[in-house]
């Protein structure tokens, strides 16, 4: 059964701090890592990662992704009250190339 | 529209009664998923829908949950003989497939949030 683990599950920084969020996947002919920003309900996506080693980066966001050791690391730097969310890691695997398995989320939140 | 729309965004219902959620995706998008998410938990894959092929329902948890997708647009989820334990947020998401290498991005509609009273 494919897995998906992050952490940490939940993380209190302050304004201008800046953090590592986790994932480390198990599954079937890896696909891709993808990571979305969920606040309220809606996730809207971040980044996808298919190759090791290069780093993908928005702004103050920044991914990259090791495929011999299975993780991905999302960073934010100089965070924001605005980045206070929960952040998913989903991996795409196996055969039928469409179906994601999503983590349980780290739920971040930034501190004035 | 410009992006992928959910309604209701909120339903309560009585235990036992059947309910149904719709999703408009991203026009001209041709794969839909419906997902669910049940309070600290990630997301739950329950049914792909792309394009004129055969759906994949194999997440979903039991024949009271059902799927359509009307002329390759509007899709509806049909929960019938609601039980408490399908209370969560029915997230519906749709995309462009460009291929079955890599999986494309998904947008994401807000969501409806399902409570089974």
């Known amino acids: 059964e494919d897995k998906v683990v992050q952490s940490p599950l939940s993380l209190v920084v302050h304004e201008g701090d800046t953090v590592t969020l986790n994932c480390s996947y198990e599954?079937?002919?890896?696909?891709?890592l993808l990571w979305y920003k969920q606040e309220k309900k809606a996730p809207t996506f971040l980044f996808m990662l298919?190759?090791?080693?290069i780093e993908k980066k928005s702004g103050r966001l920044s991914s990259i992704l090791d495929k011999k050791e299975l993780f991905s690391i999302l960073n934010i730097t100089a965070t924001q009250t605005g980045d206070s969310a929960v952040y998913l890691c989903?991996?795409?695997?196996?055969?039928?190339?469409?179906?994601?398995?999503f983590g349980k989320g780290t739920k971040l939140s930034v501190i004035p | 529209g410009a992006g992928v729309s959910q309604s209701p965004s909120n339903k309560v219902t009585e235990k036992g009664k059947d309910v149904e959620l719709r999703c408009d995706p991203i026009?001209?998008?041709?794969?839909l998923y419906w997902y669910r998410q049940s309070l600290g938990q990630g997301l739950e894959f329950l049914i792909y829908?792309?394009?004129?092929?055969?759906?994949?329902k194999s997440g979903l948890p039991s024949d009271r949950f059902s799927a359509e997708r009307t002329g390759g647009s509007v899709s509806t989820l049909t929960i019938q003989r609601t039980q408490q334990e399908d209370s969560a947020v029915y997230l519906c998401?749709?995309?462009?497939?460009?291929?079955?290498?890599?999986?494309?991005?998904?947008?994401f509609g807000q969501g409806t949030r399902l409570t089974v009273v």
């Open positions: 298919t190759s090791s080693g």
């Open positions: 998401a749709s995309s462009s497939a460009f291929g079955r290498v890599f999986h494309p991005e998904a947008f």
């Open positions: 599954v079937t002919n890896f696909r891709s």
């Open positions: 989903a991996v795409g695997a196996g055969a039928g190339s469409y179906q994601l398995t």
């Open positions: 829908f792309q394009g004129n092929s055969a759906p994949d």
């Open positions: 026009s001209g998008h041709t794969a």
